[in-house]
């Protein structure tokens, strides 16, 4: 069964903007990864959080995971035209990667 | 250089024919997978492969069977297509053994239109 759940399924924002993307999931964890899927594309992994973090940073991207909410945060700061793809979390049940549904994020100038 | 390569990129067929999609990686990894994407986007594992051998097998109907003829390769074959299985398909890769602990490395996608 599907493990994250994307919130909201679709953003959109005016370049510059900040972009706030939220998953849940409902069993526990070893690790959560988000990856970014542009248009017609393969996805791309982004970051990876493990259990024991709560936050993690790479360039404009901020991700802090809550284990006992079981939720996880994808911040983009000082949104771009290029970020507009469709972003998915991903959890680990152990033995394969479980994505959610994903949010379409829609960067405009 | 392409890490993760598929071919077809596209491929229009008719419902009952056999076909196959092809997938290499050239990153060196032990594992790797095919995913279903469906048109609202969810992907779903179908299966993994470590070094040749099969470790996950999710409820995918036996007309998709996976071929490794080595580390590098991962093929899918589809028997008797049928109008449900239009959808994109992913090839994708991970290092080691831990199929969930890992970054995955993704293929372009394979866009199948079962007519």
């Known amino acids: 069964s599907q493990q994250g759940e994307e919130d909201p399924q679709a953003l959109s924002i005016q370049e510059g903007e900040n972009a706030t993307m939220n998953c849940s999931y409902k069993t526990s964890i070893n690790n959560l990864q988000w990856y970014r899927q542009n248009s017609g594309r393969g996805l791309v992994h982004l970051i990876l959080?493990?259990?024991?973090?709560r936050e993690k940073h790479s360039g404009r991207l901020r991700v802090t995971l809550d284990t006992s909410k079981k939720s996880s945060s994808l911040l983009i700061t000082a949104s771009r035209a290029a970020d507009t793809a469709s972003y998915f979390c991903?959890?680990?049940?152990?033995?394969?990667?479980?994505f959610g549904k994903g949010t379409t994020l829609s960067v405009s100038s | 250089d392409t890490a993760v390569s598929q071919t077809p990129k596209y491929l229009v067929t008719q419902m009952g024919n056999d076909k196959s999609i092809k997938c290499e990686q050239n990153?060196?990894?032990?594992?790797m997978y095919w995913y279903k994407q469906d048109s609202k986007k969810f992907l779903k594992i179908m299966f993994s492969?470590?070094?040749?051998?099969?470790?996950i097998n999710e409820t995918v109907p036996n007309r998709f069977s996976p071929k490794s003829p080595d580390k590098a390769h991962l093929n899918l074959h589809i028997n008797s297509l049928e109008l449900g299985d239009s959808a994109v398909y992913f090839c994708a890769s991970s290092p080691g053994g831990s199929p969930g602990r890992e970054t995955q490395y993704f293929g372009p996608g394979t866009r199948l239109l079962v007519l």
């Open positions: 990153l060196g990894h032990d594992t």
């Open positions: 991903a959890t680990d049940d152990g033995t394969a990667l479980i």
């Open positions: 492969y470590n070094n040749k051998e099969l470790i």
């Open positions: 959080i493990r259990s024991n973090e």
